[in-house]
């Protein structure tokens, strides 16, 4: 059972640009929103989080918009740089464990 | 380094072989994760320790695969007569339990290419 869904799957940013990536999530037991960044050949690196109780949250160039009634969040990382070329996933904690969207894959073009 | 570790990086085996991997946490982590990610896709919840307890299991952990985490440290999977099915990154995070932390971070992971 998919349980977050994240869209694009794909996204292509001109260097400087405004990176949005969406997800969607059922189960509203989790209580804990992770996204990661993974290069490849590499683990997923944690990015930032958020908890369902605060609808925004900010570090550096990486913003997380969070709306609870929705069931949806958001990664917005502002002066995308080609360095931020990688995939990204975002994920929900439920019982301890994480659930995993999709992922996009994130180009930056210089 | 204080990041998890896990060892080997990566493991090319024949069908119907056994395999095993290792799992180092950071060290004051008492909460242990594995998880598989395939090819285009993320991560799926395979296991996870508490200590040396194991509390939940996937599905999607036959019973080909064991897990052990005997003195609530370093972890290792075990997969009993590979299928090219299990081809796949299998990798190991970490977290402290308890509080307001809920961070869990992952180890560079050990592919799999079962031939």
């Known amino acids: 059972q998919q349980q977050v869904k994240q869209s694009p799957q794909s996204l292509i940013v001109q260097k400087g640009g405004i990176s949005i990536i969406n997800c969607a999530y059922e189960?509203?037991?989790?209580?804990?929103f992770p996204w990661y960044q993974q290069f490849p050949g590499k683990g997923p690196a944690l990015l930032i989080a958020?908890?369902?109780?605060?609808s925004e949250k900010k570090e550096g160039r990486f913003t997380i918009s969070f709306n609870k009634s929705a069931k949806q969040f958001s990664l917005h990382i502002m002066d995308s740089q080609p360095g931020d070329s990688a995939t990204y996933f975002c994920a929900g904690r439920g019982a301890q464990k994480l659930v995993f969207g999709q992922g996009t894959r994130l180009t930056i073009n210089p | 380094d204080t990041g998890v570790s896990q060892d080997p990086r990566h493991k090319i085996t024949k069908r119907g072989q056994n395999v095993t991997f290792r799992c180092d946490p950071i060290?004051?982590?008492?909460?242990l994760y594995w998880y598989r990610q395939t090819l285009g896709q993320g991560p799926e919840f395979l296991t996870y320790?508490?200590?040396?307890?194991?509390?939940?299991k996937s599905r999607l952990l036959s019973d080909r695969f064991s897990a052990e985490r005997p003195k609530g440290s370093f972890s290792t999977l075990e997969i009993q007569r590979t299928e090219q099915g299990d081809s796949a990154m299998y990798l190991c995070?970490?977290?402290?339990?308890?509080?307001?932390?809920?961070?869990?971070?992952f180890g560079p992971g050990t592919r799999l290419t079962v031939t």
């Open positions: 189960n509203t037991a989790f209580d804990y």
């Open positions: 320790f508490q200590n040396e307890a194991q509390l939940e």
């Open positions: 958020i908890r369902p109780d605060v």
């Open positions: 995070a970490s977290s402290l339990a308890g509080g307001s932390t809920y961070e869990q971070y």
């Open positions: 060290s004051e982590h008492n909460r």
